[in-house]
């Protein structure tokens, strides 16, 4: 079996002690490949020109020192396994320097045990190496599914916006030219069967409420249009009518507009809100508050529902048993904000949400861009 190759960095004054150390690293199995310094520019020197797989330190040279020589490899940020191989150390001194942040240090003396302390350091380095990687390659798989999902929220945005626009003003306009001419047939003196008209008429407005309702659930022109609290202030008041909670809904201190994110992520961090309270909380009282504090914006929703417990609930959500609270967090976050509920069974729920406001001067946030057809 070939031995497996070693670059080693001694840092040590004594070019006998340095020739022991290769010596011992022979018979403990190795090919090193070694390089002596003696000073912190030589050192410096030799971490720069190439890649090292051990340092092997002297505790105290004539122009140099071990405490030094870790300091330079720390400095630099290498992990690179440092092992202190000193002829007289005493405890306290060795504990020190392992403080410091040397992996081990062998006596001169007993330089049997500094083949196993550098094995066990490579191992140690190699596991760190690998967490290290798994690590960062956790970070960007959560960069990369952020940046997909906020990409798919902006998506169903538009498409939202899109699709209400079409059913408004192409479905709504062919409704309403239906409309006009059925009521001039019915002016018409020769016309007999005015109940059939009549009901005709009837019909068409039920699907003109309908296209109109669809089209706003699917994204209120106010929100583009006029921001942010007038498009609040529609929905809950149509909700508060057909849910049969009592509304309050109120703002303080709000600029007129704010950046199209921050005015999507609250619209529609209301609108799950309201829909769970709807579906789960059975409330008497709604209350939505909108106000500015200290350069953010907080949105509360508050019932006075049975109350959940959130722990649980987002361990299950966490798990893709629903997606209401999920679908919220993600909205927050991707305009920068945060979000935390507070429930006591019993007791209602309160949603708070706080995103940050751009700084004065950004002036009216403009409506975005409808897409593309
Ligand atoms: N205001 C509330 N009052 C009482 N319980 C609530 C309230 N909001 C949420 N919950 C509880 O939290 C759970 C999770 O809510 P979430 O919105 O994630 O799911 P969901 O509404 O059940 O389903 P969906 O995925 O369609 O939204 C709900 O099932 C409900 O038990
Ligand atoms: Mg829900």
């Known amino acids: 079996m070939t031995s497996p190759p070693l670059r080693v960095l001694i840092v040590e004054d004594s070019e006998d002690d340095a020739l022991f150390i290769v010596r011992a690293l022979v018979r403990g199995g190795y090919d090193p490949r070694h390089r002596r310094v003696e000073t912190a520019e030589a050192m410096k020197r030799a971490l720069a020109a190439e890649p090292w797989d051990v340092v092997l330190a002297d505790y105290s040279m004539p122009r140099f020192s071990g405490p030094e020589a870790l300091e330079i490899v720390s400095g630099r940020g290498l992990d690179v396994p440092f092992i202190i191989v000193s002829g007289a150390i005493g405890e306290e001194t060795a504990v020190a320097a392992m403080k410091a942040g040397a992996h081990d240090y062998v006596m001169k003396s007993a330089l049997g045990r500094l083949v196993p302390a550098i094995r066990r350091e490579l191992q140690e380095a190699q596991m760190r190496r690998s967490r290290r990687q798994a690590e960062a390659a956790l970070v960007e798989a959560h960069r990369r599914l952020q940046a997909l999902s906020g990409r798919m929220i902006q998506i169903q945005e538009n498409e939202r916006r899109a699709l209400a626009r079409e059913l408004h003003d192409e479905i ?107 579906r789960h909380a059975d409330a008497k009282r709604v209350h939505v508050r909108l106000q500015c504090l200290a350069g953010e914006m907080e949105l509360v929703v508050e019932d006075d529902g049975r109350g959940f417990d959130v722990a649980a609930a987002q361990r299950r959500a966490g798990e893709g048993a629903s997606l209401g609270l999920v679908g919220m967090e993600e909205r927050a976050a991707l305009a920068g904000g945060r979000i935390e509920w507070s429930s006591t069974p019993g007791q209602g729920t309160r949603l708070k949400a706080r995103f940050p406001l751009a700084p004065a001067g950004d002036g009216p946030a403009a409506p975005s861009a409808p897409v593309d057809p």
């Open 172 to 278: 709504g306009q062919t409704l309403t030219a239906v409309k006009i001419s059925l009521q001039s047939l019915l002016m018409r003196p020769e016309m007999r069967s005015v109940t059939q008209i009549e009901d005709s008429l009837r019909i068409v407005d039920g699907a003109l409420e309908q296209v109109r309702g669809l089209s706003l659930d699917l994204r209120p022109s106010q929100l583009d249009d006029l921001g942010l609290r007038p498009a609040l202030r529609w929905y809950l008041e149509r909700q508060s009518r057909t849910g049969g909670f009592d509304l309050q809904f109120t703002v303080d201190d709000l600029p007129v507009r704010l950046q199209p994110d921050v005015e999507t992520a609250c619209f529609r961090i209301t609108q799950e809100a309201v829909t769970n309270i709807l």
